[in-house]
């Protein structure tokens, strides 16, 4: 092998690691609603009200194309944004196992009754902070007077 193959290889390893290490997640409780946007495209509102907005949402592959973490107060603003989600799922449910439950318990995503918790683990892209950013005066200050 030679040295330069082998640098490549702990250039790549040292930024896949770092990568790997600013990936975020979100879990979707017991409670959480769900509303079907358009194919692939939905809104979870979690118990706390907040709203997570995912789309090319595939249950089967267990992926997320996007997602936007919203702050419930208006204006309904993101506080993040990410891509290349993943999910983890406690399971799938039959319709029968999922009669015997509380509806908190589970959802229904495209007919598929998916058991609560679902935990998404994302790329964020994009952070927003929740107390946005400061504004400015729309008209300079005057001399000597601070605000």
Request: aromatic content about 8%.
């Amino acid at each position: 092998m030679s040295l330069t193959s082998l640098f490549l290889i702990v250039v790549f390893l040292v930024f896949s690691s770092t990568a790997f290490a600013q990936q975020k997640s979100i879990t979707l409780p017991k409670g959480t609603t769900v509303q079907k946007i358009s194919a692939g495209h939905f809104k979870f509102t979690l118990p706390n009200r907040q709203i997570v907005e995912v789309k090319n949402f595939s249950l089967k592959l267990g992926t997320v194309g996007s997602i936007s973490i919203i702050n419930p107060d208006p204006p309904e603003k993101p506080i993040v944004k990410g891509t290349k989600g993943t999910l983890t799922i406690s399971g799938k449910l039959t319709k029968e196992a999922a009669s015997k439950l509380p509806p908190t318990d589970y959802i229904k995503i495209d007919d598929e009754v998916t058991w609560l918790p679902i935990t998404i683990f994302y790329q964020p892209v994009k952070i927003i902070l929740k107390t946005g950013v400061n504004e400015l005066s729309p008209q300079p200050d005057p001399p000597g007077v601070v605000k």
